[in-house]
């Protein structure tokens, strides 16, 4: 069974930083793309990052560009979101998010995804529980 557990969420000021882990298991790490997906109180689901299967290729929304950093560890089946600058708007349950086909991104192109409520809806993709993150002041 694919599994995916978010953690590292927590509650933190504007202007600070948080890094979240998804641990995954059930699958071949190594060969699927993984996401990142936020969902902010009242508001869709937002995609804000990718990574392809061996690391070398990363898109970013522009709402996070040059704040967040995503990254995997293929040995520890692991991705993680390295949030920098975090502000109000960051405010959200974030979601790990696995590919529904391995090896390539059914996703994204020209540097861009989309995974929405369609997308979550239809279990084509796995995701995992999500994490919170809280940002106050």
């Known amino acids: 069974e694919v599994q995916l557990v978010e953690s590292g969420g927590g509650l933190v000021q504007p202007g600070g930083s948080l890094r979240l882990s998804c641990v995954t298991s059930?699958?071949?790490?190594?060969?699927?793309?993984m996401y990142w997906v936020r969902q902010a109180p009242g508001q869709g689901l937002e995609w804000i990052s990718a990574i392809s299967v061996g690391g070398g290729t990363t898109y970013y929304a522009d709402s996070v560009n040059g704040r967040f950093t995503i990254s995997r560890d293929n040995a520890e089946n692991t991705v993680y979101l390295q949030m920098g600058s975090l502000k109000h708007d960051d405010a959200a349950v974030y979601y790990c998010?696995?590919?529904?086909?391995?090896?390539?991104?059914?996703?994204?192109?020209?540097?861009?995804?989309?995974?929405?409520?369609?997308?979550?809806?239809?279990?084509?993709?796995?995701w995992g529980q999500g994490t919170q993150v809280t940002v106050y002041s």
């Open positions: 998010v696995r590919d529904k086909a391995a090896y390539r991104s059914t996703f994204c192109s020209a540097g861009s995804c989309v995974i929405g409520t369609e997308e979550r809806s239809s279990h084509s993709a796995d």
């Open positions: 059930g699958f071949i790490f190594s060969t699927y793309w």
